[in-house]
Structures are given as C-alpha cells and as structure tokens.
C-alpha cells in the first residue's frame, strides 16, 4: 500500500514537471507574445528599482499593489547569471520561469505531502490540466505568482489560520484577488479574529514600511490607477460591443497609458463606469450571504470553498478588464474545493478546464483574429465569457445549498 502511494506521488511530481516544461516551451513558440508583460514591462520596473531610477508604487503610482515589485526583483537575481549567456531580456523571461515553477513546486509539494488523500490527487491533475489548457499566460504574468500563495494559504487555514492568511494577505498585496478568499476565510472560519489579526498585522507591515520608503499617495495608487480606465475587449461586459465590431459599428484600438486593446463604442464609457459599483455591490450581497450561513452554523469545508469561488468569479465578471490570465484566479479556489468537498466540486472544476482551454484559443492562439474583430475569434470569446457567467451561477447557486447547523437549545 504505501509503495503504490509512493508511485503515485512520483507520477503526479512527473506530470507537474512535464506541463511545466511544457507551458514554459510553448511561450517562445505561441503567436502573440504570450510573454511579452515579463519583457517588456516587468523587467524594466525592476531594472529601474535596481539601477536607482524610479521604484513603481513608492516614487510613483502604479497599477499593481507594491510587493508585485518583489517577485519582479527575485526574477532579475535568477537572471543575472545567465545574461552573458542568453541576453538580458532572454536570461529574465528564464529567470521568471523559474521563479514561478519554484513558487508553484512548494505549493504542490504542500498539496500532495508523501501520501496524499484521493481528493488531493484529485486536485493536483486538475492544476496540472488547468495549466497545460491555459498555456504560457499562466506562468509569464505576475498573477502566477499570487496562486501558489492562494493554495498554500488556503491549505493552512485550518491548520495554521493565522499564517494561512497571512499569505493569503501577502499574495493580495501582489495581485489583489487573493483578498477574496481572506474575506471568505473572515466569514467561513471560527477563527475569524485569528485571520483577520493576520491579515491587519500584514496589512499594517506593509503600509509602515511604504511610508518608510518614502510613499505617499502611492500606497494605495493601485485602486485609483484603474478608476479611469476604458472597457478591455476581453471583458465579459465587453461581448455585446464586440459584436458591433464585427457588424462594424465599434472599433478596437490600443490605449497606449495601460498598454491593452479597448472597445470604443456609443454605450461603452457608461457600461465601464457602471461595473465598479456593479462589483462593490455584488461582492457587498454575497458577502451577506456567506455571513448569514456562517452565523447560521454553515462548515468551514461547505461554506469556504463556493464563497471563494463566488468571490473570485464576481471580481472577474464585473471587471472592466478581462485579462487572460485572470483565469488562474479560479485555479486555487478549486483545487481548495476539491480538497474540501470533492463531490461538489468536480462540475465547478470541469467548467473551470473548459475556460483555460477557451481562453488559450482566444489569447495567445486566436488573438490577431480577435483584434481583426473575427467573427469565428468572437464566437469563441463569447462562449468563455458566457461559461464565466455559468461558473457564477454555479457559485451562487453551491453557496444558496451551505446547509445551516443550528445550535441545538439547552434544556
């Protein structure tokens, strides 16, 4: 018995290192630059940082919550070494991809153990698979680094809450969706006060040590960065003004402050500045909801992971941006799921692969078609964006179900 576990815990460590491999490969090989963020935006922030020029988020406002620099720095020292060898750009994309299958090994290495549960296993084919249907945006995009805290942090709520959510917290202050599954963990948990002294005790960290750097207003720049911006083609809100493009009576063009494509369109400015409040209220309600099931008595294993999920995919939905790589958001809440309550997560998790696959058709694979506003690349787009909505509906639809324990009277 325990040589057949070994076995499969080395096939499991086998496949991770092969779609690993794989993905990393496919970035120099897929159209579009499948890269290009690691090249052409990381390496020069943290060039910058290094060479005593500007430092992102503490001399500067910036898109991204300031420890995003962090893992943008620890690929340039990966890198260093091999510059002579490979140049300086190809030596930081290999750095990068290092850094990441590194961040991702200690994850897998948390969720498998030497003898993982079936449900374990479960959940390492299901992030091998995600990864090798997302291809390369799910390793080159600072986002990669943010899932491997989520699932390590996730794992270790139980066990370790206060130090689950502090890197829970941690990754939010890389790529602000982990805060979600800090809000469900505040709600989902007994102890909530232990998570959320983590999660202040992290924050305040952070902040003191901004200020001490010298940031002023750019501590929280990353919120007010994206107040102004239009609506990305990807987004979900996107969709009905895309299909303008394709009858041409909307138009895709490039803005060159956030460096992505934008939909312009009668209708578009007021659909973008209603989805901000759209998502405040729409996270607001089903934070109500989890709250009442948790003060209902609802478990940690039946509330936490479709709270999670639902959080996630509502940040998603709502978003004026729809980022390919976004889809690596919802890799952690599964794998959380599956381990939690498999039986209920395994349709969640199927629609979950099924958006990897689409969103690798639609970026890198069928981009340029995409931006020439293809019938066939919208078509595709729209059936992602329309399985987002499932997921949501699924979401909703699992946490409604959380089963209530109500507290027997004493006699």
């Not at 490039?254 to 209708?267: C, D, H, K, M, R």
């Not at 759209?278 to 479709?306: E, N, Y």
Request: include cysteine.
């Amino acid at each position: 018995m325990k040589r057949a576990s070994t076995t499969r815990v080395v096939v499991l460590w086998c496949a991770f290192l092969l779609v690993h491999l794989l993905t990393a490969w496919a970035g120099w090989v897929y159209p579009s630059q499948p890269m290009g963020d690691v090249v052409l935006v990381y390496e020069p922030w943290a060039s910058s940082a290094l060479g005593g020029g500007p430092i992102v988020g503490v001399t500067e406002t910036w898109v991204y919550p300031q420890l995003a620099l962090v893992p943008m720095l620890v690929a340039a020292a990966f890198a260093s070494p091999l510059v002579l060898l490979l140049g300086v750009s190809n030596a930081y994309l290999v750095g990068w991809a290092v850094l990441v299958v590194i961040l991702d090994a200690v994850a897998f290495g948390v969720l498998v153990g030497r003898s993982p549960s079936h449900a374990r296993r479960v959940a390492a084919w299901f992030w091998c698979a995600a990864l090798l249907l997302l291809g390369p945006i799910a390793l080159y995009r600072i986002d990669a680094v943010t899932v491997p805290l989520a699932v390590i942090g996730g794992l270790w709520l139980v066990a370790r809450p206060a130090v689950g959510a502090a890197l829970l917290t941690i990754g939010a202050w890389i790529k602000i969706w982990p805060g979600a599954l800090v809000l469900a963990a505040v709600l989902a948990m007994r102890a909530r006060w232990r998570v959320l002294a983590a999660a202040v005790t992290v924050t305040a960290a952070v902040v003191a040590t901004l200020l001490l750097l010298g940031a002023d207003t750019e501590v929280l720049g990353f919120l007010t960065e994206q107040t102004g911006r239009g609506l990305q083609i990807e987004a979900v809100a996107a969709t009905p003004f895309l299909w303008l493009a394709v009858a041409g009576a909307a138009r895709i063009e490039y803005s060159f402050e956030i460096l992505t494509f934008q939909i312009t369109a009668p209708g578009v400015d007021a659909v973008a500045a209603a989805l901000t409040p759209l998502m405040a209220i729409s996270v607001l309600a089903i934070t109500a909801v989890g709250a009442v099931k948790a003060v209902r008595g609802a478990s940690f294993p039946r509330l936490f992971p479709p709270l999670a999920l639902t959080l996630v995919t509502l940040l998603i939905v709502t978003n004026k941006v729809g980022s390919p790589q976004f889809q690596t958001w919802l890799i952690a809440p599964v794998i959380l799921w599956i381990v939690l309550d498999r039986a209920r997560a395994r349709t969640p998790a199927v629609v979950v692969l099924a958006l990897c696959l689409l969103t690798c058709l639609v970026y890198p694979l069928g981009y340029d078609a995409l931006l020439r506003a293809d019938a066939l690349s919208v078509a595709v787009l729209t059936v992602r964006n329309v399985l987002l909505l499932v997921l949501l509906v699924l979401g909703i639809r699992a946490l409604v179900r959380v089963p209530a324990r109500h507290p027997k009277p004493r006699e």
